[in-house]
């Protein structure tokens, strides 16, 4: 099967899971729309291409390329994005449900989490300095040997981890969610006091 290199395409609520989309390069392009749910992304490279209102669930990742991706008001569960192509990767998240996903020892600087739901999901040994997760829910998200200096949590809420287990200098946080640094402590917080 040939490869295509598609530029400047708009695709809109189309159900790519039925007629799945060429493979290909894929710049500047935009998606709307879009059930992509199962789909098969195996070597494809998306370079500064928008997602909105997409479903893209237990898509497969192997070596798919993302450089300068943004990714809107999109369902994303269940995806394994340890397994794409990290050379260049960069995206960006507004308002996405991204539950149960690995990231799993990718480099990540400087990357943005907006208004996203990340339950269970895997930041094992990434790095995520510079990062934001700007009013996300992290419940049962795993952070484990991560660096993340520098990473802003002041609006984050919902997480656990302990702090001796990750690189955390200059990391920035609000008061109010402090005490997901100190569950693993059994230190109880008296919220009422």
Avoid: W
Avoid at 40 to 61: H, V, Y
Avoid at 70 to 90: H, P, T, V
Avoid at 144 to 151: A, C, F, K, P
Avoid at 154 to 173: E, I, L, Q, S, V
Wanted: net charge negative.
């Amino acid at each position: 099967m040939s490869e295509v290199y598609i530029s400047e395409q708009n695709y809109s609520n189309s159900n790519f899971a039925e007629s799945p989309l060429q493979t290909g390069e894929y710049e500047n392009c935009t998606f709307k729309n879009c059930n992509f749910e199962y789909a098969d992304f195996s070597g494809f490279k998306f370079s500064d291409c928008e997602f909105t209102d997409c479903n893209l669930s237990m898509a497969k990742l192997n070596s798919t390329a993302f450089r300068d991706v943004i990714f809107r008001d999109s369902k994303m569960l269940g995806l394994a994005f340890d397994s794409c192509n990290d050379f260049g990767l960069s995206f960006k998240f507004e308002n996405c449900l991204l539950s149960n996903s690995i990231f799993y020892k990718l480099s990540l600087r400087k990357n943005v989490f907006k208004d996203c739901v990340l339950h269970e999901t895997d930041f094992s040994e990434t790095d995520l300095r510079n990062a934001a997760f700007l009013n996300c829910d992290l419940s049962g998200a795993t952070f484990d040997r991560t660096n993340l200096e520098q990473t802003d949590f002041r609006t984050a809420f919902n997480f656990a981890f302990n702090p001796d287990n990750n690189k955390m200098k200059g990391a920035r946080f609000s008061p109010s969610n402090l005490s997901g640094l100190l569950l693993h402590h059994k230190i109880i917080i008296d919220k009422n006091a």
